[in-house]
């Protein structure tokens, strides 16, 4: 019978240290022998020195790899600390392994086995790896399946997955349409750009975040003419959500879409003044933008980027080439 190299009482443990269950697990995972931190004092506190820890950490390692993998399939894949360990594995087998769940009739064990791949083992053994996964991803409609796939196939860089994404995105799960707008980033082709202006209209706020920032990201000159990209933005100068309410600043800015203006200034006119605003402004290069960024000189900086301050007031001055 597969079992983890730890009690209860230590499982508990790290659910109850502050943040994600997942992220304590990286932690631990990827750096044990620092042996200190906040993660660390936690569990000293709970009763494991570091010392304990790295014991722990180091038999987790040495498990056989089929353990590894019935110990993952057990777990929630967001925090199995064996899913941490066969993702950065060399090992030929651990590949083999993954490859085979991705044909598996489990949901699950397919998502397992993606996730595997998207990380080290896929990293090492890449063509076959990228085979494998569009493999899945050609006949894949399950919402766990699909969100793995499109972070495995950004993680992997398969430059052409956006037809994929485009199929899936209108899963009824927004942690999956998440998962597909974060893989669109640095994606321009046609059907990105088609995908990411849909995405960018979700009535989930991260995944339109993330849809209008990737929209902006790696935007060329002749892109930046493009109408209905300018049109995505500007409609989302008005959203609920702050930040994509910012991205669509930049992208506008990016654009050199003076629509963008009036929004900016009262932005940069705000008592709180967020980076984008600054980083906006950079963007834009208008000169009438001086006089809202000669005035945050005055206070804006603390804890701050004031290079970035100086580097829009020097950008927008009048005669720079824009």
């Known amino acids: 019978m597969a079992k983890y190299p730890f009690d209860a009482r230590f499982a508990q443990a790290i659910k109850n240290l502050p943040g994600h269950e997942g992220e304590v697990w990286d932690y631990l995972i990827n750096v044990p022998f620092y042996a200190q931190g906040p993660i660390f004092d936690g569990l000293a506190n709970a009763g494991y020195s570091p010392d304990i820890v790295s014991r722990i950490i180091?038999?987790?390692?040495?498990?056989?790899?089929?353990?590894?993998?019935?110990?993952?399939?057990?777990?929630?894949?967001?925090?199995?600390?064996?899913?941490?360990?066969?993702?950065?594995?060399?090992?030929?087998?651990?590949?083999?392994?993954?490859?085979?769940?991705?044909?598996?009739?489990?949901?699950?064990?397919?998502?397992?086995?993606?996730?595997?791949?998207?990380?080290?083992?896929?990293?090492?053994?890449?063509?076959?790896?990228?085979?494998?996964?569009k493999k899945c991803a050609a006949r894949e409609t399950d919402d766990t399946v699909v969100a793995a796939l499109a972070y495995a196939l950004r993680h992997l860089n398969v430059h052409d997955r956006?037809?994929?994404?485009?199929?899936?995105?209108?899963?009824?799960?927004?942690?999956?349409?998440?998962?597909?707008?974060?893989?669109?980033?640095?994606?321009?082709?046609?059907?990105?750009?088609?995908?990411?202006?849909?995405l960018s209209t979700d009535q989930d706020d991260d995944v339109r975040d993330w849809a209008t920032?990737?929209?902006?990201?790696?935007?060329?000159?002749?892109?930046?003419?493009?109408?209905?990209?300018?049109?995505?933005?500007?409609?989302?100068?008005?959203?609920?959500?702050?930040?994509?309410?910012?991205?669509?600043?930049?992208?506008?800015?990016?654009?050199k879409d003076e629509r963008v203006l009036p929004i900016l200034i009262a932005a940069l006119n705000e008592k709180d003044v967020w980076d984008l605003a600054i980083e906006a402004a950079k963007e834009l290069s208008h000169p009438s933008l001086l006089p809202a960024l000669a005035k945050l000189r005055t206070w804006w900086g603390d804890g701050k980027r004031p290079d970035l301050l100086d580097q829009a007031i020097d950008c927008c001055k009048p005669g720079r080439v824009r």
């Open 58 to 133: 180091i038999r987790l390692f040495k498990k056989p790899v089929a353990e590894l993998f019935v110990l993952a399939q057990a777990d929630d894949l967001e925090s199995s600390p064996a899913l941490l360990v066969l993702q950065k594995s060399h090992a030929r087998a651990v590949f083999e392994h993954a490859v085979a769940l991705t044909e598996s009739a489990t949901a699950k064990q397919r998502a397992l086995g993606v996730l595997v791949l998207m990380r080290t083992p896929g990293i090492t053994y890449l063509p076959e790896a990228i085979q494998a996964i």
């Open 162 to 198: 956006a037809t994929f994404l485009r199929r899936v995105k209108g899963s009824a799960d927004p942690a999956t349409r998440f998962a597909i707008a974060y893989s669109l980033a640095d994606l321009n082709d046609k059907v990105a750009i088609e995908t990411k202006i849909a």
């Open 213 to 255: 920032f990737n929209l902006h990201l790696g935007l060329d000159g002749e892109m930046r003419k493009r109408q209905e990209i300018r049109d995505a933005f500007f409609a989302r100068l008005s959203d609920s959500h702050e930040e994509t309410r910012y991205e669509a600043i930049v992208g506008l800015a990016i654009c």
